[in-house]
């Protein structure tokens, strides 16, 4: 919470020395709304959606996530009306992006290409997990990182939202990066490039 899109892409430039550019991927960097956040004594911030206190033990705020989704579906609908197909889309972000991706993804848009959630986790009984209980078909690709060191999000719980989701048919993967806090690395986000380039490769031409 806090932060908007245009400080997460400085922020990585930052990391890279560099902006987290492809050649033939558009990065959209979309930005929360201000909202009363709850673990803020109710101050308002910029953050996807509610949360009753920072913890995996407690219900999810499913009104402010739900209704998030629907933006961002809309986002996703833009795209698609400009011509790139929905299996060329990937969603993602840090913390509570990387959160609100999870529920974007598995919960509403099980076609895209995939999906990236950086020190990020889902409540024990979150409507992710119920929503997958239910699930015929294949799921997107999940890529999780997160730092042992982080105080504010613990690794242990981005750690059980992984083994969650792959007892629930995810392919999900986990990457740790030692004394990394709540915050981003460079090894991360060469990583994570790696991943969408794999996810995105360059579409060569079909000539007949």
């Not at 009363?36 to 219900?59: E, H, N």
């Not at 993602?92 to 290409?113: I, P």
Request: glycine letters at 8%; a neutral charge; one cysteine or more.
């Amino acid at each position: 919470a806090g932060d908007t899109g245009q400080g997460a892409r400085t922020w990585i430039k930052e990391i890279l020395n560099q902006d987290m550019a492809f050649q033939h991927i558009k990065v959209i960097y979309p930005t929360a709304p201000a909202r009363p956040y709850t673990p803020m004594k109710g101050a308002l911030s910029t953050a996807w959606f509610d949360r009753y206190k920072i913890s995996s033990d407690c219900p999810e705020h499913t009104e402010t996530i739900d209704s998030m989704c629907h933006q961002l579906t809309d986002l996703i609908n833009d795209e698609i009306k400009n011509g790139v197909t929905k299996n060329r889309i990937l969603v993602g972000g840090f913390s509570m992006g990387g959160g609100m991706a999870m529920h974007l993804a598995y919960r509403f848009h099980r076609d895209v290409a995939g999906v990236f959630a950086l020190s990020s986790f889902l409540n024990k009984e979150s409507a992710v997990y119920q929503a997958l209980n239910r699930n015929e078909g294949v799921l997107p690709e999940l890529f999780q990182c997160h730092g042992t060191a982080d105080e504010l999000v613990l690794c242990s719980w981005g750690e059980e939202t992984n083994k969650m989701l792959k007892s629930l048919g995810v392919s999900a993967s986990l990457h740790t990066f030692p004394n990394l806090n709540h915050e981003l690395s460079r090894a991360e986000i060469e990583k994570l490039k790696t991943w969408i380039v794999k996810k995105l490769p360059i579409e060569v031409a079909k000539t007949n």
